[in-house]
């Protein structure tokens, strides 16, 4: 597609209930990144792929956290035992190669209640 | 430690002023600086990257390694410029996260 679309852009779920959160990446960037924006805050990294392996998941604050991207294009962000603390919104990014820049996409603000 | 620091959370300009936003930083290797830009319900975009050095919006930063800076600066600010920056790095020419700073909020005033 022409950019990174992310679904749904907003998504109310209550405490403990799971989520997932879907990023479709443009066609032929091979890297993929999420994040996670608390209001008043930066972008906080969670975890990136290479392809269809997560490269570095350092960013993943506990094993509620889980993300795929089995066939290295559409990537899901998985949320177990929902917490009001995960309250954010949820950024997908994209580049094609290391010497290009990064797409991001418009974001899921998901709110736990 | 990586890091992105941007002192200022909010700073208010008259327009027609220069436009000055501080980004310091801490990495090890050869970053990549990044400055990225937020307007009201828009997704976050790309503003500037210094390895190419462009001017957009009427808007440079130069990397400075002694101070481990890279500010952001515009001679004249415009009321349409008014939105959230934030500065980023990332490590060169190499597939990696990008690390943000916390994000200044610019304001301009009539």
């Known amino acids: 597609g022409a950019g990174v679309s992310q679904t749904p852009s907003n998504k109310v779920t209550e405490k403990g209930k799971y989520v997932e959160l879907r990023c479709d990446p443009i066609s032929g960037h091979t890297a993929l990144y999420w994040y996670r924006q608390s209001l008043g805050q930066g972008p906080e990294f969670l975890i990136y792929?290479?392809?269809?392996?997560?490269?570095?998941d350092s960013g993943l604050p506990n094993d509620r956290f889980f993300a795929v991207r089995p066939e290295g294009s559409v990537s899901t962000l998985k949320i177990q035992r929902t917490e009001r603390g995960d309250s954010a919104v949820y950024l997908c990014a994209t580049r094609r190669g290391a010497r290009d820049g990064y797409t991001f996409g418009s974001g899921t603000r998901l709110t736990v209640v | 430690a990586q890091r992105v620091t941007q002192p200022e959370k909010l700073l208010s300009v008259f327009k027609g002023a220069p436009v000055e936003l501080k980004c310091n930083y801490s990495y090890s290797g050869s970053p990549e600086l990044f400055w990225y830009v937020q307007y009201s319900r828009q997704r976050l975009q790309l503003l500037l990257r210094?390895?190419s050095r462009e001017s957009i919006k009427g808007f440079t930063a130069d990397l400075n390694k002694g101070e481990t800076s890279f500010h952001l600066k515009k001679p004249f600010a415009q009321e349409e410029d008014s939105a959230m920056y934030y500065c980023a790095l990332s490590a060169q020419n190499r597939d990696d996260k990008i690390i943000f700073g916390k994000g200044t909020r610019l304001h301009i005033l009539p």
């Open positions: 792929f290479q392809g269809t392996g997560a490269a570095d």
């Open positions: 210094h390895i």
